[in-house]
């Protein structure tokens, strides 16, 4: 069967992941903008689950291009992350040229010695997928989260079909990018190793007065974790493998 990973970013999302058992969590804050390193706190409170815990370790929103700082932040994050009790964290960086930053890669195996590594959808960004994926076979990273270079995973079904002949079983594809209950069966046919969705609904507030430029006065509102949906991506990848 297809994996099922949910991204959460709040403690509601942790409840979904305990009620629905999803085969893991990737753990995030501020998934509106692609998601950010989550808060310690956070990070332990999900891991005393039991559901397997992958953070997301990015010290800024924008692109994938760090710089010294940021790349140490980008390793010191990862190290927490497990002594914290994740169980895998979820990282991406490019160089210049828009290639890997393997030195990255490899700077975060260092300190998460056996737990899984998943590179994110800065593998999007890249021009060349298939060279993309060798290079991250060879650094030992365990998958790839991609929509395979579309807006929505779904778009993109037959490069995902190309990606998953091209790893050829020598690291994972993780299908996301926009995964419902509604699409997710055509998603896991065609052969990704797992799916990724954030299986979300809106919760709207009023603001009396704007907090920024993404939180202007007036209605306003944030995505949370909603359960129905999270069962219903779990029931449709259970009918497809049947």
């Known amino acids: ?4 990973e949910i991204a959460i970013q709040d403690p509601t999302g942790i409840a979904v992941a305990v009620a629905v058992r999803p085969d893991r969590v990737e753990l995030a804050g501020a998934l509106s903008t692609g998601g950010v390193t989550p808060s310690p706190a956070l990070t332990e409170s999900a891991a005393a689950t039991g559901v397997p815990v992958h953070a997301l370790i990015r010290p800024r929103e924008g692109g994938f291009g760090y710089d010294d700082a940021e790349r140490d932040l980008v390793v010191a994050d990862a190290r927490h992350a497990i002594r914290l009790g994740a169980a895998g964290v979820v990282i991406g960086g490019l160089t210049a040229d828009g290639a890997v930053d393997a030195a990255l890669v490899e700077r975060v ?9 998943t590179f994110h959808r800065a593998f999007d960004q890249m021009a060349d997928r298939r060279a993309a994926l060798d290079v991250l076979v060879g650094l030992g990273v365990t998958r790839v989260l991609t929509s395979g270079g579309a807006g929505r995973a779904i778009d993109a079904t037959d490069e ?3 990606l998953v002949a091209h790893a050829d079983g020598r690291i994972q594809i993780m299908a996301g990018a926009g995964v419902t209950s509604q699409n997710v069966a ?3 046919a065609t052969g990704v190793d797992a799916v990724h969705a954030s299986a979300k609904r809106t919760v709207v507030e009023q603001l009396t007065v704007s907090l920024g430029s993404g939180a202007p006065a007036g209605e306003s509102g944030y995505a949370t974790a909603d359960e129905a949906e999270a069962r219903a991506i779990r029931a449709a990848l259970a009918g497809a493998s049947s």
């Open 160 to 162: 995902l079909r190309a």
């Open 186 to 188: 055509e998603l896991a």
């Open 109 to 117: 195996r260092d300190v998460v010695g056996d737990h899984e590594i």
């Open 1 to 4: 069967m297809t994996a099922f």
